[in-house]
């Protein structure tokens, strides 16, 4: 089974990306990934 989860931007805290992952994954993904608002590639966030 698949879980949805929403991506944030580390540098600015925008939310601009949602993937889905395993259910039975403890850790946080991260991903990165290009943000529009900060105009660079940076690490996107699992947030809760």
Do not use: G, P
């Not at 290009?34 to 947030?47: D, G």
């Amino acid at each position: 089974m698949r879980k949805k989860v929403v991506l944030a931007c580390e540098v600015c805290q925008s939310r601009n990306y949602s993937t889905y992952k395993k259910t039975d994954q403890s850790e946080r993904l991260e991903i990165k990934k290009f943000c529009s608002v900060c105009n660079t590639h940076s690490i996107h966030r699992e947030t809760k």
